[in-house]
């Protein structure tokens, strides 16, 4: 470790040395000019419109809510039925149902996995425990996404694109139900014990088994692209990029490459974790999701107690406005339930099948275990820490308390900015200026918690576009530090270059993953039902 802290401190100093010296060069506007253009391209083409009613909709969206739907009614409403279920899995209830039994494994044809029908012990398989690959995936879902993509959504959709978001939320307990079922069931296994899983094998194995091979491997490469994509915008840059709003704010500093400055020194935070692998990002995130989402809730809790008079209003508020929007720029219901809906599908990236790729590395011998465990992430993410980050914001723009002075308007100025008593606020920083009015001290508070919610994203975000560029590449470990190196980069990029071209980018290569994974999803609908009765039947009667 420490070899590994004096490497980065030496290849990072340089660059900060730089960075000083070009202050007046504008190192954070010429990143952003830069990375502008490619960011507009992608958005362009991953959110391309049908057009419904007189509105433009993204058909990636009307795929999304569609299919969560489809997977709700398919499944039974798991993600209510199951819900309890999903707790006592993740608290160990059923720990005794997962010990050495001997049985005929699942089928799969494709190269370099198990051959058919051969015999193996199942729960002998995998890297981490049901609570961690939980927490792993919590930290690549529960991110700023829930602080600033909150803040975003109602800058621009107004109170009502809450509403939609927990719509959203509860369905999409549904699908992450069906994609971690089927990453279990589809990895692949090492000699050595390391686990390879996610949608890029589920779709290639899966479609194999259905006669469609080379359908399946065309859509299992698409999805490995558009999850490297993902893992450099959306788990990486957008964190970067919402980590360097706070410092910067909370620092007071104002130089042109300030961001770029940050960014460096985040990228040597990330790098040292993300050398150990699943099983040191796992035990990192075990001891710091939990702590820094609990500090967060409580916080929240704390600002909606000392104003629980306001707190009908909110939520009225926002079953008014989800149905009436008034917000400048909505328009109509469709425009604050697309708002709502975006933001929520970037949050907890149901659908996406990014989590799959670290619920695949769990030990346990019933793949649908692991996929019942999934079906709470869109809870914590959407339906719990969303709504109450969005509850502080509106109820901040009630006033408050304390009164505040002039807040902002809802709708914005059309980019998700805001001015609050005369300073343009964006994203964290709309949360952040909630926060301090009830909170003395608060900003220190947040800043800490956007950084670390941005540095636990980020990590679970390599490990998964890594397991993508492993899928196309190879093992080795050149293959491995080619993509760190292009990750760590991108964490630099992030923090230096606007909101808006960093989140344009992100929510492009989120979606694009929608596509190929959806593809995998409908076609093995039946396999997630078959294990789904295999483990109920197990746990039936278990006390």
Known sequence: MKKHLLFALAFVLPFLTIAQEAQEMGIDQKIDNFFKPISDFFSAIVFFTLSIGGMDIPFVLILLVGSALFFTIYFKFPNILHFFTAINVVRGKYDDVDHPVVEPAYGDVTPGGDSIETIRDESEEGEVSHF???????????????????????????????????????????????ECTLGVQYRDVDKDGTVYGGPMYYISKGLTERGFATLGKVAAVFFAVFCIGGSFGGGNAAQSNQATVVLKELLGLE?????????????VIVGVIIIGGIKRIATVTEKVVPFMALLYILACLYILGSNFSLLDNAIALIITEAFNPT??????????????????????EAGAGSASIAHSAVKTKYAASEGLVALLEPFIDTVVICTMTALVIIIFNFGGAEGADAVFQYGGDGTGGVLIDGVRLEGAGIT??????YIPYSQVFLTIAVVLFAVSTMISWSYY???????????????DLTYKFLFLLFVVIGAAASMKSIWNFSDAMIFAMVFPNMIGLYFLTPVVRKQLKRYLAAIKGVK
Do not use: D, H, Y
């Open 432 to 437: 952040s200026a909630a926060f301090a009015e």
């Open 132 to 178: 961690q690959a939980l927490a792993t995936a919590v930290s690549g879902t529960v991110g700023n996404g829930n602080i600033a993509g909150v803040a975003l959504a109602i800058a621009l959709g107004g109170p009502g694109a809450t509403f939609w978001m927990v719509i959203c939320g509860l369905l999409g307990m549904s699908t992450k139900f069906v």
């Open 327 to 348: 917000a400048i720029g909505v328009g109509s219901i469709i425009g604050v339930l697309l708002v709502g809906f975006k933001r929520a599908a970037f949050s907890n």
């Open 255 to 267: 130089s042109s490459s300030a961001g770029a400055i940050i960014g460096l020194i985040l990228a």
């Open 465 to 479: 576009g890594l397991q993508s560029w492993k899928f196309l590449f190879g093992r080795g470990r050149k293959a």
